[in-house]
Structures are given as structure tokens and as C-alpha cells.
């Protein structure tokens, strides 16, 4: 667990920058005008969930400080599955893949209660 303080420096539409406390699960931030305040977000690593190669899931560690609603840090999952007709066979595969991807976002949610309960990632 990192004991030091970070922090990252986002321009913003004022008249000088922002500084901003930054967490270390934060992969940093690559584009450098958040617009606004509330349009900061802390964002961790792209996890890629591909049973067997075919993308289910993107997943990420975030958090928008300064959001006007939900401040709390969580796991945000964009489902990535094109729709299908499946045969039983393909059924089955659907079911095993699903499988393997909520073990592989069990994972992620416990690495949240870790951030949640004060330890890092």
C-alpha cells in the first residue's frame, strides 16, 4: 500500500489548471481538458473479459469526484456481446463463457472492496 499523497493537475475551463488529489489506482489522465469539474474521473486499468478469446466485457475501477450525483467508486462493465441465434451447443458455450467472465468480474469486485476498505491495488 503507497503512503504517498499524489496528485494530478487537469485543465479545466477556468482560468488556471486544477489540482486534484489523485488515487492510486488512477491510470493517470490522458486527455488533458476535462471541460468542466464534474467531467473529471478517475479511471483505473481496461480489463478485457475474452473467455476464449471473444470479448464479453470491458471493466474498470472509477470514480467522478466532483459528480453532481454518484461520487462513489465502483466498477464500471460495458457489456461487449453481439447478438446471437445459438444452436444448444452454442448454449452451452454461451453458458461456460459466462461462467468464466462473472469468475473474472468476481475478481474485480473484490479488488473494489479492497480500494473500498483503505488497501491498494
Not at 474498470?60 to 460495458?78: H, K
Not at 461456460?96 to 467472465?101: N, Q, S, V
Request: net charge negative; hydrophobic share 40%.
Amino acid at each position: 500500500m503507497s503512503t504517498e499523497h499524489r496528485t494530478a493537475i487537469v485543465n479545466i475551463f477556468v482560468r488556471k489548471p486544477l489540482e486534484i488529489d489523485e488515487p492510486d489506482w488512477c491510470t493517470g489522465h490522458s486527455d488533458p481538458r476535462a471541460g468542466y469539474k464534474v467531467d473529471i474521473s478517475h479511471d483505473g486499468p481496461e480489463r478485457i473479459i475474452a473467455p476464449r478469446g471473444q470479448v464479453m466485457f470491458k471493466a474498470f475501477i472509477s470514480q467522478a469526484p466532483f459528480a453532481s450525483a454518484d461520487r462513489a467508486i465502483g466498477l464500471y462493465v460495458e457489456p461487449d456481446l453481439e447478438p446471437q441465434t445459438c444452436t444448444p451447443a452454442d448454449v452451452n458455450q454461451l453458458a461456460d463463457d459466462l461462467i468464466e467472465a462473472a469468475a473474472q468480474l468476481r475478481v474485480l469486485g473484490r479488488q473494489l472492496a479492497e480500494i473500498l476498505a483503505g488497501g491498494a491495488v
